[in-house]
């Protein structure tokens, strides 16, 4: 089994990466840590108890880290999320607790105690747990395995400027820090997720498994979807974030280059925007697998025959 890490700012799309690896027995969950960014951490770290009830793992460990961005004021998504962040089903309240210890104390605990190169973190949300704990604890950057993270676009353009994507644009500075913290990184940015698009013949899948995840699973994506597919004009909205958990399971969906990226902070213009050399016209090093496509119909098929399990 592969130890990960989730860190996460749930968010529809968040919610169904988490069930995707708690389905899944090749992964062996550490702990999940929440992060401000699609709404409030308040939020962010309830939601995240509510889903591992959703699993049936209340006896999963979830811990509340950074309430805002390194240096930006944060910047929220209600717009897309509603106003919980998981808008759509009727979930009760989490009554398993959070844990005492801060989220990125557990990043660095965990990497400094399991053995190197055997944990891989899973960022869904913007980078700055992560971003924390490497700026705190610097010995951590070469135990971590991977960085496997949801951010950023190049031939898609932004989402949420027109230069920048979501989680980068949250927290640039973390990013930024991310990018060169010299640790294997795979990114999944819009390029490759505006490709997993939820048509109802998919969110009717989740719902004919019958059960409450299978439910939830399609309430969660109808409310998700419908904010997209109107924006977009697409059949179904984008299911961003489960993709970094599939390509733990099964890489061979996706098609990838190893790449240099560079984040901007410094315009606020193209504040937060992903710069990618895939043309490779710089000498600056690949310091990313930045993945590019995807078969879409295997990652749903994944998808769906995993949830039926919880
Ligand atoms: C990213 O931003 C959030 O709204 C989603 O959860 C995803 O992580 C997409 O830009
Ligand atoms: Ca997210």
């Not at 190197?116 to 992560?130: F, R």
């Not at 951010?151 to 930024?176: L, M, Q, R, S, W």
């Not at 504040?271 to 043309?279: A, L």
Request: hydrophobic share 45%.
């Amino acid at each position: 089994t592969r130890k990960i890490i989730i860190d996460t700012d749930p968010g529809q799309d968040d919610a169904v990466a988490i069930l995707l690896a708690l389905a899944s027995p090749e992964l062996e969950v550490l702990g999940i840590t929440a992060v401000a960014g699609n709404v409030p951490l308040a939020l962010t770290q309830k939601n995240a108890r509510m889903i591992c009830e959703l699993a049936g793992r209340p006896d999963m460990k979830v811990f509340a880290g950074a309430a805002r961005p390194l240096m930006r004021p944060l910047v929220t998504a209600e717009y897309v999320h509603g106003k919980t962040g998981l808008d759509g089903p009727d979930l009760p309240d989490p009554t398993m607790p959070l844990q005492a210890q801060g989220a990125v104390d557990f990043i660095i605990d965990t990497l400094r105690a399991e053995p190197e190169g055997s944990v891989t973190l899973c960022a869904l949300g913007p980078l700055t747990n992560v971003a924390l704990a490497l700026i705190q604890a610097p010995d951590i950057a070469p135990r971590i395995r991977e960085i496997v993270l949801m951010g950023g676009g190049c031939f898609e353009g932004g989402n949420t400027t027109p230069a920048a994507e979501f989680n980068i644009y949250v927290d640039p500075h973390a990013a930024k820090t991310v990018f060169a913290s010299g640790v294997p990184i795979t990114v999944f940015p819009l390029d490759v997720t505006h490709r997993a698009l939820t048509s109802r013949d998919r969110v009717e899948a989740f719902r004919s498994l019958g059960t409450p995840v299978g439910t939830a699973t399609a309430e969660l994506l109808d409310f998700f979807e419908r904010f997209d597919e109107a924006k977009y004009g697409t059949d179904g909205g984008p299911l961003h974030d489960p993709n970094v958990i599939a390509w733990l399971l099964q890489p061979e969906l996706y098609t990838h280059r190893h790449v240099n990226v560079e984040i901007e902070t410094g315009s606020e213009l193209t504040m937060g925007m992903t710069v990618v050399d895939w043309w490779g016209v710089t000498d600056r090093a690949p310091n990313a697998t930045y993945v590019r496509d995807l078969d879409d119909a295997g990652f749903f098929a994944l998808l769906t025959e995993r949830l039926a399990t919880l």
